[in-house]
Protein backbone atom coordinates (compact mmCIF):
# COMPACT_ATOMS: atom_id res chain seq x y z
CA UNK A 1 0.00 0.00 0.00
CA UNK A 2 0.85 3.51 -0.83
CA UNK A 3 0.26 6.42 1.09
CA UNK A 4 -0.40 9.97 -0.54
CA UNK A 5 2.13 12.83 -0.95
CA UNK A 6 2.67 14.37 2.55
CA UNK A 7 0.32 17.36 2.72
CA UNK A 8 1.98 20.92 3.67
CA UNK A 9 -1.10 22.19 5.84
CA UNK A 10 0.33 26.21 5.90
CA UNK A 11 0.48 25.87 2.23
CA UNK A 12 -3.07 24.81 1.73
CA UNK A 13 -4.30 27.23 4.40
CA UNK A 14 -2.43 30.12 2.44
CA UNK A 15 -3.71 29.21 -0.87
CA UNK A 16 -7.32 29.00 0.53
CA UNK A 17 -7.49 32.25 1.96
CA UNK A 18 -5.65 33.58 -1.05
CA UNK A 19 -8.78 32.23 -3.24
CA UNK A 20 -11.34 33.19 -0.60
CA UNK A 21 -10.26 36.53 -0.89
CA UNK A 22 -10.32 37.16 -4.42
CA UNK A 23 -13.80 35.58 -4.70
CA UNK A 24 -14.80 38.31 -1.77
CA UNK A 25 -12.89 41.03 -4.54
CA UNK A 26 -15.20 40.06 -7.59
CA UNK A 27 -18.29 39.63 -5.61
CA UNK A 28 -17.90 43.21 -4.47
CA UNK A 29 -16.79 44.00 -7.90
CA UNK A 30 -20.28 42.55 -9.24
CA UNK A 31 -22.44 44.41 -6.20
CA UNK A 32 -20.78 47.24 -7.73
CA UNK A 33 -21.32 47.21 -10.99
CA UNK A 34 -24.90 46.17 -10.40
CA UNK A 35 -25.27 49.22 -8.15
CA UNK A 36 -24.71 51.50 -10.83
CA UNK A 37 -26.20 50.10 -13.40
CA UNK A 38 -29.15 50.27 -11.60
CA UNK A 39 -28.46 54.06 -9.91
CA UNK A 40 -27.90 55.18 -13.67
CA UNK A 41 -31.35 54.07 -14.68
CA UNK A 42 -32.80 55.48 -11.81
CA UNK A 43 -31.45 58.95 -11.90
CA UNK A 44 -32.01 59.26 -15.81
CA UNK A 45 -35.42 58.28 -15.96
CA UNK A 46 -36.33 60.66 -12.63
CA UNK A 47 -34.37 63.45 -14.49
CA UNK A 48 -36.44 63.49 -17.57
CA UNK A 49 -37.43 66.38 -18.75
CA UNK A 50 -41.80 65.88 -18.09
CA UNK A 51 -42.97 68.88 -20.52
CA UNK A 52 -40.78 67.01 -23.54
CA UNK A 53 -41.50 63.31 -23.06
CA UNK A 54 -40.49 62.70 -26.15
CA UNK A 55 -36.77 61.47 -25.80
CA UNK A 56 -35.74 58.60 -28.40
CA UNK A 57 -34.19 55.55 -27.27
CA UNK A 58 -31.10 56.76 -28.53
CA UNK A 59 -30.97 59.85 -25.71
CA UNK A 60 -32.35 57.73 -22.92
CA UNK A 61 -29.62 55.16 -23.60
CA UNK A 62 -26.86 57.92 -23.50
CA UNK A 63 -27.90 59.20 -20.33
CA UNK A 64 -27.87 56.12 -18.69
CA UNK A 65 -24.27 55.41 -19.75
CA UNK A 66 -23.22 59.22 -18.56
CA UNK A 67 -24.60 58.67 -15.60
CA UNK A 68 -23.33 54.78 -15.10
CA UNK A 69 -19.90 56.31 -15.60
CA UNK A 70 -20.49 59.17 -13.19
CA UNK A 71 -21.35 56.88 -10.18
CA UNK A 72 -18.86 54.51 -11.10
CA UNK A 73 -15.53 57.29 -11.01
CA UNK A 74 -17.25 59.74 -8.47
CA UNK A 75 -19.54 57.87 -6.43
CA UNK A 76 -18.37 53.94 -6.24
CA UNK A 77 -14.80 54.80 -5.90
CA UNK A 78 -13.70 51.73 -3.49
CA UNK A 79 -12.43 49.47 -6.11
CA UNK A 80 -9.33 49.66 -8.42
CA UNK A 81 -10.74 48.34 -11.49
CA UNK A 82 -12.85 49.88 -14.25
CA UNK A 83 -15.12 47.96 -16.58
CA UNK A 84 -16.87 50.67 -18.56
Do not use: H
Amino acid sequence: MQFPKKIDYQETMDYKGTQIAKSQANKENSIKIASCGRDAVLIATTCKPRLFSKISDEEMKEKILAWRKWLWEKVYTDNISKPF
